[in-house]
């Protein structure tokens, strides 16, 4: 499903950094004149779509009085592309910016500096649309065209640089997308000093990369400093203030500090509201801002109604049809697909959006919307088609130029919880090891986590606990690291680690785990709720490994108590600790004690299952142990006969599973002169034949699944 997502602010082609319309002293007619003035104060405040018309009149006039393939003409029409940019008319702006690019590519003597603003443009177009080798491939072609120039074009270079770092974000590439935002930022404030407006914009590119570092202080810090510049320079009513106001408060939302999350989107919202006119594409920004806050906040109806009205706005500004409003489907898909009465729409809205740029080059920026899909489809069971949406959004990703990391990762995690469903358990533990090598660059704190954990479960459910214990160890350091030591989240990875301990037979380690598990769980559900029974039977387990009968036992009532609250009582569930109560007293040898318990659970499971149920199986062997155990051989036997009877339905007859029943009713008869004593004795040697060899079999196929993983490793 879709998590929530930052506000990005990658290149936006502010004032200073537009390639000029006009080159300095170059004399225009007046209603050019007019027209330069009015573009600029345009984009400066966003009213995008009344730029694009003065900008197709002012490329009009160019034409007519220049021609179409002069330099200034082609210049107007780079700035024309922007303003279709940021209207998310991207097919419209790569045209427009393809046709300026080949003109320019074209001239005698060549102009290095309007050819490489040029192939910038394109660069970010092209990134929209989903096409990130070909942006990577055009930002250093601009990057080489701006050194090219006579006096090199250092304004240019910085605008490329920056837009590179987009590029290696989109990729997971964390490392080179800082590097490429601090050498935007070092010419930036060379250039214009260290309190001008493109300054302000890559410091609120640099401190989302440190938020997806986690690291919170940092981003702050510079989203701070972003603000600062904003409200010197231009007002606080600036575009950029509220943008940045709006990332601020998903950095509070997201580290939980949600008043000031809601502070700042008051503030933002209060600045757009200033501006007057009607709501444009920064109140969708602040809505879907508020819908991801919301749904943080588990605010799941001011979400949805949030995420409703980003989605009104976009069809609004965009046209029911654009790439925008297909980000706006999935957004509300992602909202309303917790809700069981709801999934059924959020099903509809993802396909919706699928369709609205299926076969497109922007498909493969929707590989997300293809796994959110695919994760209601897995949870319908409808499995061939998950997968398909799966592998295709893998596909998507790795297509072209160097891998899309995030997404790649995004879908193998996709297949691998298809391949668990399907019970392919090895094959699951394959993908998402394929899928943390990919992501292991990309230090996402909770990712991480979520993955150590998830490589964990997986290594436990292969039987392979020590790698299961040093995966989960992992998970539990880190988010010990960046939640605190009592977070309820730690909770369940305390409880996975204990398992693992429990399957190495590190008694004590796993009983630390389970209690602490308990301790954290109980803070936050409280004593009785329903998700503290299974680590309390581990826990018993433990401490019936380490000899401590009573503490077992205590553990085991406590979980009867539970089950009285939250079970009716003549549920099925009832019978459970009683059974349980059974083996300690089994343990202790009070064994008529054992049989009374047995019985009031089998008495229980009849009443749920009736009295042939294959589900009668365990409690059925263990009342007749115990009784074999206590003396009453007739009671034994009829319960050991019953037994018998349902498991040779299912069995044939020398099976393994029935060699409990067959030697108890051998020894029944031994001690009572039975006749029937001889048949159950050769019965008992045919199953423990076919016993010795089914272990065999089972120890060859350790073996060879052990030479097999050998071999992976």
């Known amino acids: 499903m879709v998590s929530p997502q930052l506000l990005y602010a990658w290149p936006s ?17 007046d209603q050019e004149t007019q027209l330069e003035t009015q573009l600029a104060q345009l984009r400066a405040n966003d009213r995008h779509e009344l730029a694009a018309a003065l900008g197709e009149r002012l490329v009009e006039l160019r034409e007519a009085r220049l021609g179409v393939a002069h330099p200034r003409t082609l210049v107007a029409v780079v ?6 940019y940021q209207m998310a008319r991207y097919d419209h702006a790569e045209a427009l910016c393809e046709r300026a690019v080949h003109a320019l590519d074209d001239l005698e003597p060549p102009e290095p500096v309007a050819f490489g603003h040029a192939l910038a443009q394109l660069a970010k ?21 701006h050194k090219e120039a006579p006096e090199p074009d250092v304004v240019g270079l910085a605008r490329s640089y920056h837009g590179l770092s987009a590029i290696f974000d989109d990729r997971g590439q964390l490392d080179k997308a800082e590097a490429m935002c601090r050498a935007a930022l070092t010419i930036r404030e060379k250039v214009f000093g260290e309190d001008a407006l493109p300054v302000a914009e890559s410091i609120n590119s640099l401190a989302i990369l440190h938020l997806r570092k986690s690291d919170f202080a940092e981003a702050e810090r510079l989203h701070l400093r972003a603000l600062a510049i904003y409200e010197l320079r231009q007002g606080s009513d600036h ?12 950095l509070y939302s997201e580290k939980g500090e949600h008043p000031k999350a809601e502070a700042l989107f008051a503030r933002a919202s209060a600045l757009i509201d200033a501006r007057g006119g009607p709501p444009d594409a920064l109140t969708a920004t602040l809505l879907d801002a508020l819908a991801t806050h919301y749904a943080l906040t588990g605010e799941g109806s001011r979400a949805i109604d949030a995420a409703r009205r980003t989605l009104a706005l976009r069809k609004e500004l965009f046209g029911p049809s654009n790439p925008e409003v297909a980000t706006a489907l999935n957004n509300l898909g992602a909202k309303l697909v917790g809700r069981e009465e709801t999934r059924d729409e ?5 396909r919706r959006a699928l369709t609205l740029v299926d076969a497109t080059p922007r498909a493969a920026s929707f590989g997300p919307m293809m796994l959110n899909l695919a994760a209601i489809c897995l949870a319908k069971d409808d499995l061939e088609e998950a997968k398909a949406l799966a592998t295709r ?35 699951a533990l394959e993908l998402m090891l394929e899928a943390f090598t990919l992501r292991a660059e990309r230090s996402l704190i909770d990712q991480s986590i979520s993955d150590l954990t998830r490589l964990g479960t997986l290594f436990l459910a292969t039987d392979q606990p020590e790698q299961a214990s040093k995966f989960l160890k992992e998970a539990l350091s880190r988010a010990t690291g960046s939640r605190g030591k009592d977070h309820p989240s730690l909770a369940h990875l305390t409880f996975l680690a204990g398992k693992a301990a429990l399957a190495q037979k590190q008694w004590k380690q796993a009983l630390f785990s389970f209690d602490r598990s308990l301790a954290i769980d109980e803070k936050a559900k409280g004593r009785s709720h329903e998700d503290l029974v299974e680590t309390l039977r581990l826990s018993a387990e433990a401490n019936l490994e380490l000899g401590k009968l009573g503490a077992a036992e205590a553990v085991y009532r406590r979980m009867g108590d539970i089950y009285a609250k939250i079970h009716p009582l003549d549920s099925e569930w009832q019978g459970i600790v009683p059974a349980l109560l059974g083996d300690v007293a089994m343990k202790r040898k009070a064994f008529e004690k054992a049989s009374d318990l047995f019985e009031e659970a089998l008495t229980i499971a009849e009443a749920a299952f009736g009295q042939d149920s294959i589900r009668l199986h365990a409690i059925l062997d ?76 089972e120890a060859r196929k350790k073996k060879a699944d052990l030479a097999r993983r050998r071999g992976q490793s």
Do not use: C
């Not at 009713?665 to 031994?670: D, F, I, S």
């Open 13 to 29: 082609m502010t004032a200073n950094e537009q390639a000029p319309v006009s080159p300095p002293g170059d004399a225009l007619p």
């Open 79 to 84: 700035a024309l592309s922007e303003s279709y």
């Open 125 to 145: 177009v092209s990134r929209e649309l989903g096409l990130h080798g070909r942006a990577e491939a055009l930002y250093q072609s601009a990057i080489a065209a």
């Open 239 to 250: 575009p950029g203030a509220a943008h940045t106001l709006v990332n601020l408060g998903i």
């Open 346 to 350: 959020a099903e509809a809205l993802f």
């Open 393 to 427: 959004a893998l596909t998507l990703a790795r297509a072209g130029d160097a891998s899309n990391r995030a997404d790649a990762a995004a879908a193998l995690v996709s297949l691998s919880q298809i391949a668990e469903q399907r019970k392919d358990v090895d094959r």
């Open 622 to 697: 263990k009342a007749a142990e115990a009784h074999l155990k206590n003396g009453q051989l007739v009671r034994a036997e009829e319960l050991s006969r019953r037994l018998l009877g349902i498991l040779e339905r299912v069995v044939a007859p020398d099976h393994p599973i029935l060699l409990a029943s067959v030697r108890r009713l051998a020894t029944v008869y031994v001690e009572t002169g039975d006749a029937r004593a001889e048949e159950m004795v050769k019965r008992v040697v045919a199953s423990l034949e076919a016993a010795t060899e089914e272990a065999k079999e």
